[in-house]
């Protein structure tokens, strides 16, 4: 029992010390402004919530069409991605497609620094006329994304019982009835899993988007830096905008929770 205690101790310690970032933003999005240049340890809070509305529009900031730019690009990412990799994992690991091989590229993509992919990107897009769009960040972190959603499917796929498929096409269901009504619905887990980690990875993009965006696509990671000006740095303000740019992608991971340990769990590790 006292190792349990010792055990959930050192997990909230382990937990709080990620946190303190977070929770220093808040800290200081709810301080006036004469108390964060006085300095960290005067404690005088801004009652009015001035930071935070400053940040959604007040101070003539436009993070609101930031906030939804994110959204967009991150909720286009997470399905342009389950589309792909979903299809193209059950051709892998039962059609024999590619082989082996193919999910070591895979591999080898996804610890590829993303900065290797900028300057290919940009002359793409700019090719296509697709700079500062929502479509050419959702495709840039699709491909990026798509790697770790192969490896999941691929792992999970290979745990399904083979016998459920076979008997499904001696019924004279085809590949694709297969995949739709048999597969599709026991990869749960794993389909959140790949939903969720897609979400956070594209939600928190900033070198793609420094790079393909300059105004009508700029999601919150490019948009906060808005709040640095020729005057200085608007500390609340900047506070408060991060602490409303992680509230999607918490309360998305919080509820997705349970699915996405168990989706991790069957998929990537156990593969």
């Not at 301080?31 to 001035?50: K, Y």
């Not at 389950?82 to 299809?87: A, L």
């Not at 591999?107 to 006329?129: C, D, E, G, S």
Request: hydrophobic fraction near 55%; charge should be neutral; aromatic fraction near 14%.
């Amino acid at each position: 029992m006292k190792k349990k205690y010792g055990v959930t101790l050192l997990a909230s310690i382990w937990v709080f010390i990620f946190l303190i970032p977070l929770l220093g933003a808040l800290y200081t999005a709810l301080r006036t402004d004469n108390a964060i240049s006085s300095g960290p340890f005067v404690w005088e809070f801004d009652s009015s919530f001035s930071h935070f509305k400053n940040a959604m529009g007040a101070a003539g900031y436009d993070f609101a069409n930031f906030f939804k730019n994110s959204i967009i690009i991150s909720i286009g990412t997470v399905f342009l991605t389950i589309f792909i990799s979903f299809p193209a994992s059950y051709a892998i690991v039962r059609l024999g497609f590619g082989g082996p091989w193919l999910l070591r590229l895979a591999l080898a993509l996804r610890i590829t620094p993303a900065i290797f992919f900028v300057i290919p990107f940009y002359k793409l897009f700019t090719a296509y006329n697709l700079i500062d769009s929502p479509i050419a960040l959702i495709l840039a972190d699709s491909f990026i994304n798509m790697t770790l959603a192969l490896l999941v499917f691929s792992g999970a796929i290979n745990e399904l019982p083979l016998e459920i498929e076979e008997a499904a096409a001696v019924d004279g269901a085809s590949i694709w009835l297969t995949l739709r009504n048999i597969v599709l619905p026991l990869l749960g887990p794993g389909m959140a899993a790949v939903g969720v980690l897609t979400f956070l990875f594209s939600w928190s993009d900033y070198l793609f988007a420094v790079v393909l965006t300059s105004s009508e696509a700029t999601p919150v990671t490019v948009g906060a830096a808005n709040f640095v000006t020729s005057y200085g740095v608007r500390w609340g303000d900047i506070s408060a905008a991060v602490c409303l740019s992680v509230l999607p992608p918490l309360v998305f991971a919080t509820a997705a929770q349970k699915y996405l340990v168990k989706g991790l769990s069957s998929g990537a590790v156990k593969g």
